[in-house]
């Protein structure tokens, strides 16, 4: 690599790590400085070889291998890492000396994590393809990251059997947690891991007490799927151009049906609350889909392309996930801000018999969430044999693995569930 090449690339990773500061405290975060540190040292195009420098050091993922259309690796997208390290070392008060397993390799991630840990620590990394392990080795050496474990295999099983980790972090998209997650962790060790439920993915990072684990903190993001034995695909259905619907495995909806609904007219209710600063959005679609799912037909999630969304197909809160339901023939979904000319409000649109209605249930539980003070999320992972009677309040998911529990806990006085 030329003078010319460094001085370009450590130009670029500082301008990056800069905008990734500013994006963490537009968001209310704050990029903690051992993160922060990390990312200014590691160079992220040596694990991006076939691309131009500049991609190296733009916020997004750098797709690595697909098969078809769907994206099965990358180099993740240096915001989320971000995040994510954050939330691990926020959990565990600091990294240093701490004993990790990543799931899902780059060599990106790991190498900052080698940084992270430090002498004392160690890190191993796991992926399910031989070639992405292959090039993680590369691209490690090539960095001269040589203390990294690189191991391939299925991560739903234990990896180097007998190790207790400090740290599990899941770089790849889960529907549940296997058991080797939390029994491959030491009392108190932390498992950040990117988990879908009702058909949205938050990283969230739980601690482990027993054979439990309960969350830390949570964020929202966007993975490629976890593979082998614990996979469990999405299906997209599309019920207008450029407009679908994400449903998990096994979901039925008569796309159709809903094509119909949508073409007819648009009703509309608005919540005609004010929302505090910073609030966060994605946590209230959590608390629709709890309620929602106790109510109607079908909770499923719409997703956009900005095309229809400008041709006013749709207007929905996020083009990228917005929480919408199904139900006596009625399609409904929050839709996005409306801009009173004083604050921003939240509103649901509906299409079909009785859409008024619709729009109007949608926004009455809005207004429960912010009478409660926008409680954020709170999720507890329990073993899959544990009776109700042990669960703990919420709204109970069952996976194969686990019993996760979301719960909702009222900040405001005004709070009702
Ligand atoms: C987003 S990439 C990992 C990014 C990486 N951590 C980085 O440094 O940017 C997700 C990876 O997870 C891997 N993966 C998916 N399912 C897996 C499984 N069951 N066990 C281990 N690896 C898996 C995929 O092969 C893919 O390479």
Redesign the pocket.
């Known amino acids: 690599m030329s003078v010319g090449t460094t001085m370009g690339s450590e130009r670029l990773r500082n301008d990056m790590v800069d905008r990734l500061a500013a994006d963490h405290a537009a968001k209310g975060l704050t990029l903690r400085p051992d993160v922060e540190a990390a990312m200014r040292t590691v160079p992220r195009e040596l694990y991006t070889p076939d691309k131009p420098l500049e991609e190296a050091y733009q916020n997004t993922?750098v797709v690595t291998k697909r098969h078809g259309e769907q994206s099965?690796?990358?180099?993740?997208a240096p915001f989320l890492?971000a995040e994510m390290l954050g939330q691990a070392a926020d959990a565990l008060e600091g990294l240093e000396g701490r004993h990790v397993l990543?799931?899902?390799?780059?060599?990106?991630?790991?190498s900052l994590l080698r940084e992270l840990v430090g002498p004392s620590g160690s890190v191993t990394t796991?992926?399910?393809?031989p070639e992405?392990t292959d090039r993680a080795t590369a691209c490690l050496a090539a960095a001269g990251y040589n203390d990294v474990t690189v191991v391939c295999?299925?991560?739903?099983q234990p990896i180097e059997p007998g190790r207790r980790y400090d740290l599990i972090i899941v770089?790849?998209g889960a529907w549940d947690i296997p058991p080797a997650w939390r029994d491959q962790l030491t009392d108190g060790g932390v498992l950040v891991v990117p988990l879908r439920t009702h058909g949205m993915t938050r990283s969230w990072a739980l601690r482990r007490s027993g054979d439990r684990l309960d969350s830390v903190s949570h964020r929202q993001c966007g993975?490629?799927p976890?593979?082998?034995a614990?996979a469990h695909q999405m299906r997209y259905i599309d019920i207008a151009d450029g407009v679908h619907l994400r449903l998990d495995e096994g979901q039925q909806v008569d796309s159709t049906a809903v094509a119909d609904l949508l073409t007819q007219p648009r009703q509309e209710a608005w919540a005609e609350v004010s929302l505090p600063p910073r609030t966060v959005l994605s946590d209230l679609d959590l608390w629709l889909a709890t309620r929602l799912t106790r109510e109607v037909e079908q909770f499923v999630v719409l997703t956009a392309q900005e095309a229809a969304i400008k041709a006013g197909i749709v207007a929905p809160s996020w083009q990228f996930g917005t929480p919408a339901t199904i139900h006596d023939g009625t399609f409904a979904y929050r839709s996005e801000l409306f801009w009173t000319g004083r604050m921003f409000d939240l509103g649901a649109y509906a299409h079909g018999f009785e859409a008024a209605a619709a729009a109007g249930r949608m926004v009455e539980h809005m207004r429960k969430w912010v009478d409660a003070g926008c409680p954020p999320p709170v999720l507890h992972v329990l073993p899959a044999r544990t009776p109700d009677g042990d669960l703990p309040d919420g709204t109970v998911l069952d996976k194969r693995h686990s019993r996760l529990v979301l719960a909702f806990t009222p900040t405001s006085e005004k709070g009702i569930h």
Do not use: P
């Open positions: 993922a099965v690796s990358s180099v993740s890492i990543e799931i899902g390799s780059g060599g990106y991630n790991a796991v992926d399910i393809d992405v295999a299925d991560a739903e770089t790849a993975f490629v976890v593979q082998g614990g």
